[in-house]
């Protein structure tokens, strides 16, 4: 049987041996699916994982027609390829030009200073990143305000508070990717420190000097080449004990990995808000010695000052290509949220996707989205399921943002170093997925004539993180093996 054969073919000869086995024996027999790709089968064998673990659907984008069918209906867990559904909903529910504003309200400033609190309403924004901080209070600082006599008030209603655990999902609260989502959330709540051999030392800086922060550097330099896990090298560990947060690092940092960055979430959003508000601040020249409390503006306050984010197209290229888990869960929840609704949930929001994918004519039964970012234990999908939504958003109006924001394989995001010197740079836009048991692939590839084919790869198994090479082997298929039939017709992006 030749690999290349396209699967509706097979439907059809399925579908009749079907049918003659139930007629003859009244009794329902398994019919063999098709072959996998001699590569894959070789990866899956190197790589002891059992062939009923993987899911796989190849499908030719313009006539829809499934050039590979594995275990398509089997749900799964996706690990991040859950950011595809959440991050296509947007798209279909907000549009690619869909932005978030964060407003500043207080009275207005006589002589520089602003008699009272200032209120700060966070409206959900997935990307406020501290250069967008900055240039809001520096927006603030030129509309006349200097010295501030009175508190942060944060409006943060938006989204329901308490409802999430950092510590949920592997009891690591203080991972960066664990971090909750807030309405109003700076910098992804992100202490980032920078690392660099200098000499005979290895430097460890903060991004900020945030109060209760205690750094403790063994680290030496090392030489040789960068390693791919560039932090194999040497231990981390974070302590706390309610007054002062620890980072520890002990071992050796090759000198040739150059500048790299660790990040921790180990502050509240009221301590992160309040130590990088008043830094800012007072490198603006303004003056601040206030607390953060939480509450809304009283009404007739003026605005003073606006920050209005980047477009939704903009900032799921970050969810995606960069598989970002805080912007992936905040875009989820505001999702859930609508005029006349007290707050945001991730229970409403699960049932605003299934809303939208039924509108659109995907029905997935078989759905359970925990928090949209595919962090969870929990999260199901089947490749089928998943595969028809690519074909859908690559016919639909919103094409090329969805394409755009997927990883580039061998040029940027998390793909940037797959297959390197094998002449594929650039031909799959992919997002990329793990979880300890899970890894898994999907996006959109050329075939070697131009042909643009839709691809979902799903390893579930405890060896699930030696399947890479099974990825590879269906990407090279793909790119360059692969028997192109005549009946296809030829669509580009």
Same mark, same amino acid.
């Given at each position: 049987m030749?690999? %290349? ?21 009244g009794?329902?027999q ?11 089968m ?16 190849v ?6 027609n ?9 749900p799964?867990?996706?690990a %991040? ?10 798209l ?5 030009t869909?932005?978030?504003?964060t ?10 200073v ?31 305000v ?6 942060l ?9 308490g409802?999430q655990?950092?510590?949920?999902f ?5 991972r960066?990717y664990?971090?909750?989502?807030e309405a ?30 205690k ?17 194999s ?5 974070v302590?706390d ?8 690092l ?8 150059g500048?790299?960055m660790?990040?921790y ?10 130590s990088t ?7 603006l ?7 953060v409390?939480?509450?809304?503006a ?6 003073l000052?606006m ?26 929840l505001d ?11 991730a ?19 078989e ?14 999908? %089947? ?20 394409v755009?924001s ?31 048991g899970?890894?898994t692939?999907?996006g959109?590839g050329?075939t ?10 799903m ?25 192109e039939?005549?009946?296809w ?5």
């Amino acid at each position: 049987m030749q690999i %290349s054969i396209v699967v509706y073919r097979w439907g059809i000869l399925l579908g009749l041996g079907w049918c003659l086995l139930w007629g003859a024996t009244g009794v329902a027999q398994t019919v063999p699916e098709p072959s996998l790709p001699p590569g894959v089968m070789q990866a899956l064998l190197a790589a002891h994982i059992p062939a009923e673990a993987l899911s796989i659907v190849v499908q030719d984008v313009a006539t829809q027609n499934q050039v590979l069918r594995w275990n398509a209906e089997v749900p799964r867990n996706p690990a %991040s390829l859950m950011k595809l559904v959440t991050t296509y909903s947007a798209l279909v529910a907000l549009g690619p030009t869909k932005t978030w504003d964060t407003e500043i309200k207080g009275a207005e400033p006589v002589a520089g200073v602003l008699a009272g609190n200032l209120y700060i309403a966070g409206s959900g924004d997935p990307g406020l990143t501290l250069e967008h901080w900055e240039t809001l209070l520096r927006s603030l600082r030129i509309r006349g305000v200097r010295d501030i006599h009175g508190d942060l008030v944060l409006d943060v209603g938006k989204f329901q508070e308490g409802t999430q655990d950092p510590n949920g999902f592997d009891h690591q609260g203080f991972r960066a990717y664990n971090t909750v989502p807030e309405a109003l959330q700076v910098g992804f709540k992100a202490v980032s420190l920078t690392l660099e051999a200098v000499g005979e030392r290895v430097l460890v800086n903060p991004n900020f000097d945030f109060p209760g922060l205690k750094i403790e550097n063994r680290l030496l330099p090392r030489a040789g080449s960068c390693p791919e896990d560039w932090k194999s090298t040497f231990d981390r560990k974070v302590s706390d004990n309610g007054q002062e947060v620890q980072v520890t690092l002990a071992g050796e940092y090759v000198a040739s990995c150059g500048k790299k960055m660790l990040s921790y979430s180990i502050l509240s959003n009221d301590e992160y808000i309040l130590s990088t508000f008043s830094k800012i601040w007072g490198e603006l020249g303004g003056h601040f010695s206030g607390k953060v409390v939480k509450g809304k503006a009283p009404a007739g306050l003026p605005l003073l000052a606006m920050h209005r984010s980047p477009p939704l197209a903009e900032q799921i290229r970050e969810i995606n290509k960069f598989s970002n888990n805080l912007m992936a869960r905040t875009l989820y929840l505001d999702l859930g949220w609508t005029e006349g609704v007290e707050y945001a949930s991730a229970t409403a929001s699960a049932r605003k996707v299934q809303e939208i994918l039924a509108r659109e004519g995907l029905k997935f039964p078989e759905l359970v989205m925990e928090n949209g970012s595919g962090l969870s234990r929990q999260a199901r999908i %089947s490749a089928g399921h998943l595969s028809q939504l690519l074909i859908k958003a690559a016919q639909g109006p919103y094409q090329p943002e969805f394409v755009a924001s997927l990883g580039l394989v061998g040029l940027d995001g998390t793909v940037e170093k797959r297959l390197p010197g094998e002449g594929l740079e650039g031909r799959f836009h992919l997002k990329t997925g793990s979880l300890e048991g899970v890894s898994t692939l999907a996006g959109y590839g050329l075939t070697r004539s131009g042909r643009p084919l839709s691809l979902v790869v799903m390893v579930n198994h405890p060896q699930a993180a030696a399947s890479k090479p099974v990825q590879d082997a269906l990407l090279r298929w793909i790119g360059k093996e692969l028997q192109e039939d005549a009946h296809w017709t030829t669509a580009h992006f």
